[in-house]
């Protein structure tokens, strides 16, 4: 499997994740841009975590570096209202087979 592949697999890891739990974490209320944002933003969570394809910019390293300040501080609106979710997301999904 290439990298875009990869890539592919891990964004539909976070869109099943965000699908099955927004009404969880408060995010079922946002504009669909907000969403494919959470999705996009996700994915690279989870790919600087894996190390698959890229690793992300600053807020995405402050997430998987567990800093919150640093998140906060690098957040946009989208992110801020994100955050629990993306939490969630790096700790309850795992690595699906990317070989």
Request: proline share 2%; hydrophobic share 35%.
């Amino acid at each position: 499997m290439d990298r875009q592949e990869q890539i592919h697999v891990v964004k539909e890891t976070v869109k099943d994740y965000f699908n099955e739990n927004e009404q969880f974490t408060g995010l079922h209320e946002l504009s669909p841009s907000e969403k494919t944002h959470i999705i996009s933003i996700g994915t690279s969570i989870l790919c600087t975590k894996w190390r698959v394809g890229y690793e992300g910019g600053g807020f995405v390293q402050s997430v998987v570096n567990n800093d919150l300040s640093g998140a906060i501080s690098r957040a946009d609106e989208t992110n801020i209202k994100a955050l629990k979710f993306y939490c969630q997301l790096m700790y309850n999904v795992g690595k699906p087979i990317l070989d």
